[in-house]
Structures are given as structure tokens and as C-alpha cells.
């Protein structure tokens, strides 16, 4: 058996599903749909079949489907359950910014109030820097459903591909090397993209001036050339940091290496 239901959305927004009182044996999964009155199917999927409670993104105002189903089409009941269909208007002032064509600009210093939500959701951010430095991020307020998790990526029109990550997948707060000056991308998600919260929450950008003047040296080579006698001033920053460093020795030679503070 399937249950179809339809339903009008008057602008942009969030449309949930949640059942109540479902019979054992029965495990509900529904699936959302836009009405294409012009084409050769009437449906236009939107969503994967999803375990309820759900919900999904609603682009633009119209007519949109759910069809109800048992998981597995393997099971059956005659007692009644309750489904509740709600809409829930568009709370996040980013939105849409899903993917980085949609990335909204902000600067830094920007205290950004925004939700994972629904389930999936991710969140674009561009930012754009005049010289090198650090961005870092951090988060209050969130839900304990979530666990908000950033990635780092430069833009670089000459390059193929344009984007390139500079940093991978952390927990916030958070901080990522930024080696030069130009535009500047981050995405902020679920750490496991299985959870979502209708709350907002805070993440504060700041930008952070160079600690390091030998920076950039992360790489082999990157390194900075040095003499004996030279003293360095360096930082660890931010984690994983590594710093490289090529000395010339001209002759056998012990070396000698201290540090303070």
C-alpha cells in the first residue's frame, strides 16, 4: 500500500513529516514531490525515501506531494496511526546557500546566526582577504543534536580545478592558514550529515594577522632557508601545523638546536 497526499506551500521553506501512534511491524518512510503540471510526469521527486520524522527543503512556492509507505513494502496493519504534515517558513537568513555557486559573502568580524537544517543541509560561506593570515571559527548555541564540522577551500580562476581544499573536515572551533591574499570558501555541516536542528545557532569569523613570518613553509618544498647562529621566531598554528626549515653545511659539523618560551 502507498498513501499519496497533496498540499499548497506559499513561498520558500521547510515542509516535516512526523507520525504518532505507528502500529508495531510498521516502520513509516515518506517521500516529497513538486507538481509539474506541464510535463510528461506529474511528480518531480525532491527527496530519497526518508524514515520519519523528516523534512525537506522547499525551493519555491507550489503544489508538492508526499507519498507515505511501510519501509520495506513487507508489512501491513489496520489500526489507524497520525501523520502531521507542517510547514515551517524560511528562518535562515543564508538560505539558499547549499552549494558554493550559492555561497553568501560576508566579512570578517561577522558573528553568523544560522541552522543545519534539514538533515543533509550544508552551509557556503565566501569570505575575501587582502593579505595572508589565519580565519578562525567559532561556535555557541548550537543544539546537542549537531556537531557543526568546517572545511577551508581557496578559489583560484587558474587553476583546475578552481577550488582547492586547504583544510579538511574539523570540529569548531576552528582555524585554517590562509597563504595568501584572495578568495576564501568554507562549509559548514553536521560532522556525520545525520542530523540536523531547526535551531540557529552562533559561529563567529574572525581573521587573525600572520603569526608566522616564515609562513608559508608547510611543505618540504616550502622551506625556509636558514644559517647557524639564526634565531627563529615561529609558531605552531593552527593544528597540524608543520614548518620546514633548509640549513647549508659545508663541513662536518655538530648542530645544536634550543627554544624558549
Known sequence: DIDWYSFEIPERGYIRAMATNVPEGINIEVRFARYKEW????EDWITEWKVVP????????GTYYIAVIDDYNDAESNEKMQLKIEFIKEFDEYEPNNDIENAKEIDFGTNIKSAIFPEGDNEWFKVTTDKPGYIRLM???YSEDITPEVSYYLYDEWSEPKMKEIREWEELPSACFLPKAG?????????YND???IDLFDVKVEFMELLDLNEPNDKFTEAKNVNKGDTLSLSIYPLEDVDYYKITITEADTLKFYAKE
Open 39 to 42: 510535463e510528461g510526469d506529474k
Open 54 to 61: 523528516t523534512a525537506a527543503v522547499i525551493a519555491e512556492a
Open 139 to 141: 561556535a555557541k548555541d
Open 183 to 191: 578568495e576564501y570558501y568554507f562549509e559548514l555541516i553536521d560532522n
Open 195 to 197: 542530523a540536523s536542528s
